[in-house]
């Protein structure tokens, strides 16, 4: 009886001092899901490439959604002269108490029109036209409640028909890569035998590394992750480009119901991993690495336009002082309607000028001197 007591002494002991040690920042990630959670997401989504390769119907496909309600397919004479725009549409999804706000940024008329020189200039302009807002917002006074409108990824779709991309995709990508994460996609995927599908994707991949273009790079999974997700990322990096089917029709096939497309040969399931890459694509761009996608266009690409934006200003401003300078310059090298303090300033200006010249040309001199000595020592040892 007594032992008994003490024990349960002993385990009060050891909670009451479990308790004193808890300070309580273990709840941070409930606290930052919550807040997060509350808040939203947001996410934008690019979608270029010329019609009739199921761009529309894909991303109907991925969200279960539809967002081209009225759609207007122009005929061919109609895109003779076609010149490619923007259209946006917004959908709110929620999925177990999650909202995500998606926007998705289409490009009709892309690649339609006989002469595609000027195509890529559209989609170009409109992707440094939301980074200048956002930078524009960040940098004045009210920075609580910024919109972001940045792309986050831009799916691209290359037609199943050819040996590998064209030259005017080519080109696009060229000049979006360092701007925006590309994830390139083959529409219509369906038209071709696995064989064809694994040749066109070695095409592909070897006329981007020839062309230096750098799609969208999946991170490294960490050490403690476990082996089905490592495996899960091997699959889908060996999926890129991924080669699609979409489809809005729910079949019955033999009493099961399947997201597919019926021809007269058979069904294509469109959520089977042997017919297309459809849920290997949505589980990238949805469910492990969307916060990745937005992580790196706020990292990388961002950065790279606000250092760029912040390079320009400087050199503006410096023009700008230089021009200063000259106009207060007098006959005797000042003008005397400047202040004591701005004439020394200006002094002290020119002397570092100086000084940097001089300092410039010890550097040559002696970088010359230890060339001439190695010179002499190689001359010396074949000697």
């Known amino acids: 009886m007594r032992s008994t007591e003490l024990r349960r002494k002993a385990t009060k002991t050891s909670s009451v001092d479990r308790e004193r040690d808890y300070i309580g920042f273990a709840t941070l990630p409930e606290q930052v899901h919550r807040k997060s959670v509350k808040r939203g997401f947001d996410f934008t989504l690019m979608v270029v490439g010329e019609s009739g390769l199921g761009k529309s119907t894909l991303i109907n496909s991925l969200f279960l959604g539809d967002l081209y309600k009225n759609r207007f397919i122009p005929n061919v004479e109609d895109r003779i002269e076609k010149t490619t725009r923007i259209e946006k549409k917004t959908m709110d999804i929620e999925e177990k108490g999650v909202r995500l706000r998606l926007t998705v940024v289409d490009t009709p008329g892309f690649g339609d029109a006989i002469n595609c020189e000027d195509s890529w200039r559209v989609c170009t302009a409109y992707i440094d036209e939301q980074f200048r807002q956002y930078f524009t917002d960040e940098s004045g006074l009210n920075r609580r409640n910024i919109q972001d409108n940045r792309v986050h990824c831009c799916l691209y779709f290359v037609p199943p028909y050819g040996h590998s991309i064209r030259q005017m995709d ?16 083959i529409g219509k995927a369906d038209c071709l035998t696995q064989t064809e599908i694994k040749k066109l994707k070695a095409r592909i991949l070897q006329d981007l590394e020839d062309n230096h273009i750098q799609l969208y790079q999946f991170p490294d999974c960490d050490s403690d992750e476990d082996e089905e997700f490592k495996q899960q990322d091997r ?77 320009q200003i400087s050199q503006h401003a410096l023009r700008e002082r230089g021009k200063l300078k000259r106009d207060s310059m007098g006959s005797n090298g000042f003008d005397s309607s400047i202040t004591e303090t701005d004439r020394l300033l200006l002094q002290k200006d020119e002397e570092i000028r100086r000084m940097q010249d001089m300092l410039t040309q010890m550097q040559e001199r002696l970088k010359a001197t230890h060339l001439l000595e190695m010179k002499k020592n190689d001359s010396v040892i074949d000697v």
């Open 170 to 185: 080519i080109d696009l990508m060229r000049r979006l890569h360092r701007k925006v994460n590309i994830v390139l996609v």
């Open 235 to 311: 699959e889908l990096k060996a999926s890129i480009p991924f080669a699609v089917v979409g489809s809005n029709v729910i079949l019955d096939i033999a009493g099961k119901k399947v997201r597919g497309r019926q021809y007269p040969w058979g069904v294509v399931d469109v959520e089977n991993p042997l017919h297309s890459d459809f849920i290997k694509l949505r589980t990238m761009l949805i469910s492990t690495h969307m916060q990745d996608l937005k992580d790196t266009t706020q990292d990388v690409h961002y950065e790279n336009f606000r250092a760029q934006c912040i390079s």
